[in-house]
Each structure stands twice: as structure tokens, then as C-alpha cells.
């Protein structure tokens, strides 16, 4: 497809699983962004990928939280241990390059439920 | 702390009335604007962006914001709203320091009604 791609769209999980959310950006795409949207709040920025490195990791809320990217393509982000606190919905986005002038392009988003 | 702030929560509007969703953020040093809409059940669309030149700025559907640097705000605004209007707007801010990553205000809910 010629948009970003995330899987699942919904997860329901228990407290204290793990999860894996998948993220597609469109091919040829150099940088991704994982965010963030709880309920009635804005979207909270994440991590910053640009090939497979992370150059801006900040706003992982706690060590739970991971996220790779491999062969400049897809990435993962993975929750330990998850928390109720953890439920959201996790927007992925990608860009051409990582500067203001390119355009993020976001994904549908997964809804994750931590029960 | 950077911040975004999108005072309503909610804004009721009937059709082709026009309408302003107001967004102002916390420091005004060489900031990039931008608003998304989010139509239910899709995801962010870019709606328009100032990055500089002329403050006010021109977006799809027929929205436009004016960047206020005294004011530190960049309120969105439409003449006149359709019902397919109707969606969740979040503006969102990148500072210079750090231009790959977008502050989001917490959005506002148009409900355009017939």
C-alpha cells in the first residue's frame, strides 16, 4: 500500500503481558516516529527513528517500553509487563528525511487495551 | 516545558457558519506550525503548516491559520464549515532545537450540525 501500515488495529491484553506493536512506513522512508494518544489528550511523542538508529529515545515513558527498527524499514514497539496506564492508541508516522520540511505521514494506529 | 495548548475541547457549529479552533504554544523562538485533522476512524492528515514567509497560511478544504508571534498562537480558521467538517484538529508545534518532533496540542472536537 502507499500509506503507513500498523498491525494490530486493536489488542486487548492482561495486566503484565507483553506486546508488540508493528509499524510499516512508506517504502522508502528514512525516518520514523512512534507517538502516542491517550484518552482526552493530544498525542505524546515517543521515540524518533532515523535509518535504524534512535537518535531521540526521550519519550519513552519508562524502561518498559522498547522499540527497534530493522533494515531501515519496519519498526517494533514493545511494552513489558504492560500497565493499565499503558492503554492508548500508539500512532506510528514516517518521513522522507527527519527535518521540519518533510512531512510526517501517520499510520491508523493500534488501540492497544490493558485489562 | 514546550507546550501546546487547545483550549476547547469541543466546538459546536452549525453548517456554513465560519469557524475559529484556537491553539497557542509556550515560546514563540523559531517555531514551525502545523495542523492536522483527524476524521473518525482514519488517521492524521496534514491540514497546513507555517514554516515561514507569510503568516498567514493558505491549507486543504479551505481552512487557513495566521501565525501570531506577539500572541504566540496559530488559530485555525474556515468561513464556512460542511458537515464532512466534522473531525477531531490537533495543532501541533516543532521548535528548532529539535524540528523531527511535533508537540501536539490535546485537539478539538468540530461538530458541525445541519
Known amino acids: 500500500g502507499a500509506g503507513v501500515s500498523q498491525s494490530p488495529s486493536n489488542k486487548v491484553t492482561e495486566k503484565g503481558k507483553d506486546v508488540e506493536l508493528r509499524c510499516d512506513p512508506i517504502?522508502?522512508?528514512?525516518?520514523l516516529y512512534w507517538y502516542r494518544q491517550s484518552l482526552g489528550q493530544g498525542l505524546e511523542f515517543l521515540i524518533y527513528?532515523?535509518?535504524?538508529?534512535?537518535?531521540?529515545k526521550s519519550g519513552l515513558p519508562s524502561d518498559r517500553f522498547s522499540a527497534e527498527r530493522t533494515g531501515g524499514s519496519v519498526s517494533t514497539l514493545t511494552i513489558q509487563r504492560t500497565q493499565q496506564e499503558d492503554s492508548a492508541v500508539y500512532l506510528c508516522?514516517?518521513?522522507?528525511?527527519?527535518?521540519?520540511?518533510?512531512?510526517?505521514?501517520f499510520g491508523p494506529g493500534t488501540r492497544l487495551t490493558v485489562l | 516545558a514546550q507546550s501546546v495548548t487547545q483550549l476547547d475541547s469541543q466546538v459546536p457549529v452549525f453548517e456554513e457558519a465560519p469557524v475559529e479552533l484556537r491553539c497557542n504554544y509556550s515560546?514563540?523562538?523559531?517555531?514551525?506550525l502545523f495542523w492536522y485533522v483527524q476524521y473518525p476512524n482514519q488517521g492524521l492528515q496534514l491540514l497546513l503548516k507555517?514554516?515561514?514567509?507569510?503568516?498567514l497560511v493558505k491549507g486543504i478544504n479551505g481552512f487557513e491559520a495566521e501565525f501570531n508571534k506577539s500572541q504566540t498562537s496559530f488559530h485555525l480558521r474556515k468561513p464556512s464549515v460542511h458537515i464532512s467538517d466534522t473531525a477531531e484538529y490537533f495543532c501541533?508545534?516543532?521548535?528548532?532545537?529539535?524540528?523531527?518532533?511535533?508537540?501536539f496540542g490535546s485537539g478539538t472536537r468540530l461538530l458541525v450540525r445541519p
Open positions: 515560546s514563540s523562538v523559531s517555531v514551525y
Open positions: 527513528f532515523q535509518g535504524n538508529s534512535a537518535p531521540d
Open positions: 507555517y514554516l515561514s514567509g507569510s503568516t
Open positions: 508516522a514516517s518521513s522522507s528525511g527527519g527535518g521540519l520540511y518533510n512531512e510526517q505521514f
Open positions: 517504502s522508502g522512508h528514512t525516518a
Open positions: 501541533a508545534v516543532s521548535w528548532m532545537d529539535s524540528s523531527y518532533k511535533l508537540i
